[in-house]
């Protein structure tokens, strides 16, 4: 449960403050989503599958699961939703196959 906190609050700092810092209402609008926090969310998937390599697949996912409910309560039109939905789902797959990598190193690890 410790590390589904974590990949939730993480996933909605790093939407809200890349929101607050670049001007923007929706995080990926500013550079800086793309340059910083889409890379710092993979990163944070990896590491939880690192630590809880159990179903790693699942920290990918809750940390832009987060970012979406982040969208959801912070902005105001919802017309492009469906769309948005479909990015956070594609977006999610590197994060989740970086988790399963870690995972495995540390399986090996363990196991070596």
Known sequence: ???YGIAL???ALLWLATARIGGKAEAWDSSLYWSA???LSVVLAGCLGYWVP???WRWGLAVMAAQIVSLVLTDSGFGLLPLGLVLFA???LP???FALIMAGIRLR???A
């Open 109 to 111: 690890r363990k196991n």
């Open 9 to 11: 609050l993480g996933g």
């Open 95 to 97: 994060a989740m196959g």
């Open 90 to 92: 594609v977006l999610a």
């Open 37 to 39: 926090t889409y890379p």
């Open 54 to 56: 159990q179903k790693p």
């Open 1 to 3: 449960m410790f590390a």
